[in-house]
Nanobody, 126 residues
């Protein structure tokens, strides 16, 4: 079965960097687009970033553009989220997800994605 396992979260101070990883198994990883989402306490899960299956196309929510970078290593079945200049408002549980579809329409919607990881907590203190 498909499994996604996130790692790399932690408690950091504002301004520093973290890199999240998501290791995938049970699927042909290189065939599918991957996304990162986050959910803060009391808020809905929101889109953060997406990368196409070949890694050429990337998409970001406005609040992380210029600070976060999504990438993938298809040989390692892993997608990454490099987060720089972290802010307290980035505090959330971060989830990776896989999109088994073929298009990029509605890529920011949670129902676009078919499988999800368990999440990793990122806490940014001021």
């Amino acid at each position: 079965q498909v499994q996604l396992v996130e790692s790399g979260g932690g408690l950091v101070q504002a301004g520093v960097s973290l890199r999240l990883s998501c290791a995938a198994s049970g699927l042909t990883f290189s065939n599918y687009a991957m996304g990162w989402f986050r959910q803060a306490p009391g808020k809905e899960r929101e889109f953060v970033a997406r990368i196409t299956r070949g890694g050429v196309g990337t998409y970001y929510t406005d609040s992380v553009k210029g600070r976060f970078t999504i990438s993938r290593d298809n040989a390692k079945n892993t997608v990454y989220l490099q987060m720089n200049s972290l802010k307290p408002e980035d505090t959330a549980v971060y989830y990776c997800a896989v999109d088994l579809g073929l298009s990029n329409t509605h890529y920011a919607r949670t129902d676009r994605y078919d499988y999800w990881g368990q999440g990793t907590q990122v806490t940014v203190s001021s």
